[in-house]
């Protein structure tokens, strides 16, 4: 597996993504927001797109891997890549990885994750499938990082 400091190519966080989502207005405006950071989400590299390291739950092709490094403090956070082949998933994926990436286990199961799609205003206009994909990904992530 390949390491990543941050799939983004820079540090984006649950704060940053809320002020995104807070200066959209409808619907519309927040899908065009999912596209623009599901461009940003660089393609996994297709020696991890393998059956292990497969999302299940999503109608679509999904997969995440993930890696725990230790910080100048010797914590254990857990860093992570996802990638899927349907746009609105790997958008929704960049949403997840903002709040859930490079954050010890402790933050990422304390992490409140409903709450953070309920002030995104995402899963109200998602189909079922994909609000259950996207939920896949957060249980994925979470028990990846699970001792």
């Known amino acids: 597996m390949q390491h990543y400091s941050h799939p983004l190519g820079h540090t984006l966080t649950d704060t940053d993504i809320r002020a995104r989502f807070q200066a959209t207005h409808g619907w519309e405006a927040r899908y065009k927001e999912l596209i623009k950071l599901a461009k940003q989400l660089p393609p996994l590299d297709s020696v991890d797109k393998t059956e292990a390291n ?7 092709q999904a997969w995440l891997v993930s890696a725990l490094v ?3 403090h010797e914590e254990g956070l857990w860093q992570f890549h996802c990638d899927s082949d349907a746009r609105i998933v790997k958008g929704l994926m960049a949403v997840v990885l903002a709040a859930l990436n490079n954050k010890t286990a402790a933050n990422i199961h304390g992490f409140d994750i409903d709450a953070y799609f309920a002030e995104l205003q995402l899963l109200a206009h998602l189909s079922p499938s994909r609000g259950n994909g996207l939920r896949a990904v957060v249980t994925a992530i979470k028990h990846s990082c699970t001792p």
């Open 54 to 60: 497969a999302i299940h739950g999503c109608e679509s």
């Open 70 to 72: 230790k910080n100048e």
